[in-house]
């Protein structure tokens, strides 16, 4: 794993009152018998997942889910024991222990999965762990994403049959997610909700949770009954779920921002080559910046077409993205030291995420999931994390 890269200007700021003003803000489109988990998977979107999960937490989450086991852990070991961590993706089941001990709550897709699960305790010797706790489970039921889950009533009734030969379980909740709530045909959200009642039928009335909300679901999409759980993800970091600047329901703050610095500034004369292969040649003299940022923090090659921003001025990349830096032409000279803006806000202009994505031909989630852990996150948060 890499490691932050103290001694050099490039960071992510992260704002966490903007992400607490977001989880107030869908906290309040919500029905008061709905929960809130911040979705923390994947370092949180890029945002760092401990800090994000506690500012979550203070402003009203009740609960986080996450992709993995390991990133489960990480928030336990971090000091979150008592709110629930539901883990989103599929769990080898040899893991059986660690969710266990750490109480995380796992998504499962067949019956098999128990069985594995208890062999693996049995030939460890660790049947123990199962005195004192029962592992909370969610069956996943597939609607027509086509991801994890089961797809028709009778398997459901099977399972609901043979989950009972395992007493260490408490099946907790059935959930679904809904693959065009956030982009696509909004028809075929109504096909898959009609899906999802069908198998409701035969899940046991014992069996209280029901969620399929993620941020673009319980945004655009409210149904009756409610999802019991709200899985806010990119919206908690300020994102329209379809990248669009267009209004929403509720008032989003984006809580992210990239900059840097200029570390070498020279003038070049007309026809001079800039960066690998020769792949830019000046039209004319030009001032040219070096920024020490590349794609081995994230600011990936195809990211070529995106300017920075520098005193106001959006300045393009010039030739090729290096592995950890990259040259701009500037509009001037300006002193080593200056601040670049890659994501964010500089004077009058904006380098919004949901625009770059549109730009590269990406979306905002790989944007953010991109940048790597060399590029230090500082956090702002005022004293009371108030909005």
């Known amino acids: ?62 609960g986080l889910a996450v ?20 883990i989103l993706g599929l769990v080898d089941p040899r893991a ?39 592992l909370k489970v969610h069956l996943a039921l597939d609607t027509g994403m086509g991801r994890i889950g089961l797809r028709t009533v009778e398997e459901v009734q099977a399972f609901a049959e043979g989950i009972q030969v395992f007493p260490w379980v408490n099946w907790e909740g059935v959930d679904t997610h809904f693959s065009t709530a956030g982009g696509g045909d909004p028809a075929y959200v109504e096909t898959q909700w009609a899906k999802w009642q069908e198998l409701l039928t035969a899940v046991p009335d014992s069996v209280t949770v029901r969620h399929y909300a993620n941020s673009a679901m319980g945004v655009w999409f409210k149904r009756q009954p409610v999802s019991s759980i709200e899985r ?24 992210l921002q990239l900059i840097s610095e200029i570390v070498y ?43 920075v921003l520098v005193e106001g001025h959006a300045c393009p990349v010039l030739g090729v993205i290096n592995m950890d830096q990259l040259m701009i032409r500037l509009p001037h000279q ?21 625009d770059l994505a549109r730009l590269v031909g990406t979306i905002s989630y790989e944007i953010f999931c991109g940048l790597s852990d060399r590029i230090p996150r500082i956090y702002l948060q005022d004293e009371e994390g108030e909005d």
């Open 265 to 307: 500034v020279k003038q070049v004369e007309k026809g001079s080559k800039i960066s690998y292969g020769a792949s830019y040649e000046a039209q004319e003299d030009e001032w040219v910046a070096t920024i020490p940022i590349g794609y081995a923090d994230g600011w990936f090659r195809h990211y070529k077409d995106i300017p």
């Open 334 to 354: 300006v002193p080593v030291g200056t601040t670049v803006t890659l994501i964010g806000q500089d004077h009058h202009l904006e380098n919004h995420a949901a």
């Open 67 to 86: 992709a993995t086991v390991d990133e489960g852990i990480e928030l336990r070991q971090a000091g979150l024991l008592a709110q629930p961590i539901l």
């Open 232 to 255: 806010f993800g990119i919206s908690m970091y300020g994102m329209h779920p379809k990248d669009e600047r267009s209004s929403l329901p509720i008032d989003l703050q984006p809580a």
């Open 96 to 134: 059986i222990a660690e969710l266990v001990y750490y109480r995380l709550t796992v998504i499962v897709s067949d019956l098999i999965w128990f069985q594995e699960a208890w062999a693996q305790l049995v030939s460890n010797h660790q049947e123990s762990l199962l005195d004192d706790a029962k």
């Open 1 to 62: 794993m890499s490691q932050a890269s103290e001694h050099r200007p490039t960071v992510a700021i992260i704002n966490l009152n903007a992400i607490q003003h977001n989880v107030r803000e869908m906290k309040r489109h919500l029905e008061p018998d709905q929960a809130l988990y911040a979705v923390v998977k994947a370092n949180a979107y890029g945002h760092g997942a401990v800090a994000v999960a506690k500012a979550a937490l203070a402003a009203g989450a009740q």
